[in-house]
């Protein structure tokens, strides 16, 4: 019971919802995407994501000096819920901003 609390708490926050969707959507995207895309700040972006993180609901990996979050791929019954919900919003949210110095980095190895 207590998982279905915490991922209640961390969905009922439209910001969160809306970070999720686009890792949803985009599969890794870093901070500066994430806080462009959806005209955050990035200190309530980095708030919002380790709270997330906390919660198993995304993961964070190191590319370089970025660091990349994507949705957790593990099968959890109650966030697969919550995906599938996610998938039905996903055209709400604007098109990626892409961070040139992340995406151009990758690109040029």
Request: aromatic share 6%; glycine share 4%; with cysteine.
């Amino acid at each position: 019971m207590e998982k279905i609390v915490t991922l209640a708490k961390i969905f009922s926050d439209p910001n969160r919802v809306k970070i999720a969707a686009l890792l949803q959507r985009e599969e890794d995207v870093c901070v500066c995407e994430i806080c462009d895309t959806l005209s955050l700040s990035q200190p309530l972006v980095s708030r919002h994501l380790k709270q997330m993180r906390e919660a198993g609901i995304v993961t964070a990996e190191h590319s370089g000096k970025w660091m990349v979050y994507g949705l957790n791929d593990k099968e959890n019954e109650i966030l697969l819920c919550w995906k599938a919900a996610l998938q039905k919003v996903l055209y709400e949210l604007p098109p990626l901003v892409v961070c040139s110095s992340y995406r151009g980095k990758n690109n040029n190895g």
